[in-house]
């Protein structure tokens, strides 16, 4: 039996049905920058269309009104006989996001997602990026309230054990209402303490330095020993594991042992690996989960639990378990669940997916929290794109979680685009201390937010919300 527990969402005012109708704003009656009206291509509403999209600096400059601060789902209707373009969307002249225009002959509408409006006259500008698309209209409606969350914070194992539990309840006791402050690695943990004056409510750690392929080339770790620490001091930890091939590194000055997790670093080949069980290649990725499994195990014996993340980012294939396709990634999941949860007994994991594309998904019943990494220099908007493919993934049944990150999420719009991710981990060094990614004055801006849940706001997070 799964526990749903539903938190209330916030209640936005109601509105009149008018303001849930589309509003289409026309191409033509918009300002113009570098490109004109056209009428030759049929099928446009109004009176024309915008075309001669030829030069960098061409662009269209919608103004749209709001009567308050709101979320809109916006489209645009377009035509791309040239090819598969794209174009970029400006929202009041800050950030932009580039929207993919495939090729058509037809008038298309293409979905964009939120834009989130001030009260008051906003722009939305259509930038050139590739050029060589019509454009017809744009169409802004408010978005639909989401519902109440659906998720279950009961842990996939069902031997999980209570320190495992109270983890999954605790993160599902703050979802929606606060997220959780994260940082990887220790060193840049405590840069955050010293410089920012918070310390992080999470320290993200790595199994990576424990497999053999990597201590008999000279790599260790003390990963395990921080995170005991960590939790000592009433923190949540998570691991990932860049998992070197067991096997084929090239090894080569270009393509180090070290960068053994990637997929350009190694000959090793998944697909075939799984192919069946008596396959050598195959016996020596077990023994590898055997060899974390004795870190892990250290772990639960210290009666810390794990938000645990292991072959992270596959769909990217960038590293050697996406390399073959989501189907051998799948494989080795179930294999990595199946042996550490029923074999090595270790019930002190929660189960963390970080892949976005529902072709990747194993399943809901290996997975607790569904995650993503996403990285985006200088950019601090609430990837709510991403979160709403999350909520769709696992039909809004797991947490989710930002699992790495370079610029932190800023608070005030992840509540606007109620993108609810329950923590956000920012990746090491210079991530977090360079400057450019996050500023120390928005850090500290950040991290005094009440919404940002710091180590010295979850004290006793084990006993919270538990029976
Ligand atoms: C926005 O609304 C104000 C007030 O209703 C109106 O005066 C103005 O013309 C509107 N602007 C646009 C671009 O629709
Ligand atoms: C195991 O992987 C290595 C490295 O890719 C490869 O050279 C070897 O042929 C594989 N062994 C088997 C039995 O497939
Ligand atoms: C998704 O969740 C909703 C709300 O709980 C439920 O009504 C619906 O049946 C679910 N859809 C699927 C495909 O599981």
Known sequence: MRALIAFTALVLTSHAAAQFEKRIYQAEQAELKGVKVGTSVQGYTGHGYVEGFDEASDSIIFSVNSTSTELFDLEIVYNGPYGDKYTTVVLNGAGGSQVPLPATTEWKSVPVGQVLLNAGINTIELEN?????????????????????????IPVNKNANSDAKALLEYLGSIYGRNILSGQQDQASLDWVTQNVGKTPAILGLDLMDYTESRKSRGASSTDVDKAIAFAKRGGIVTFCWHWGSPVGLK????????????????????????????????TLL????????????????????????????????????????????????????????????????????????????????????????????????????????????????????????????????????????????????????????????????????????????IQGWKGVNTQ
């Open 251 to 282: 090894d080569t000055n270009d393509q180090s042992w070290y960068r053994g997790f990637y997929t350009d670093a190694t000959d090793f080949d998944i697909e075939s690996a799984l192919v069946d069980t008596t396959n050598a290649n195959y």
């Open 286 to 457: 077990l023994k590898d989960i055997d060899t974390i499994a004795v870190q892990l195990k250290k772990l639960q014996d210290a009666s810390v639990p794990v938000i645990w993340r292991p072959l992270h980012e596959a769909e990217g294939k960038w590293f050697w378990w996406g390399a073959k396709g989501p189907e051998p990634a799948k494989k080795l999941w179930k294999i990595v669940y199946d042996r550490l949860t029923n074999l090595h007994g270790l019930n002190n994991l929660i189960w963390t997916w970080n892949s976005v594309d529902p072709t990747w998904y194993p399943g809901d019943e290996t997975v607790d929290v569904v995650s993503a990494d996403t990285y985006s220099l200088g950019d601090h908007g609430p990837i709510a794109a991403t979160y709403n493919r999350l909520l769709a993934l696992a039909n809004d049944t797991k947490i989710i979680a930002a699992t790495e990150v370079g610029s932190v999420m800023d608070p005030v719009q992840l509540q606007a685009y109620d993108a609810d991710w329950v923590y956000f981990c920012v990746w090491s060094g210079d991530f977090i201390s360079g400057g450019r990614w996050n500023s120390l004055e928005f850090l500290k801006e950040i991290y005094n937010d009440p919404y940002v849940l710091t180590l010295d706001e």
């Open 129 to 153: 990026n590739w050029g060589w698309y019509l454009v017809d209209a744009i169409g802004l409606q408010v978005s639909k309230q989401r519902g109440p969350h659906h998720i279950t914070t």
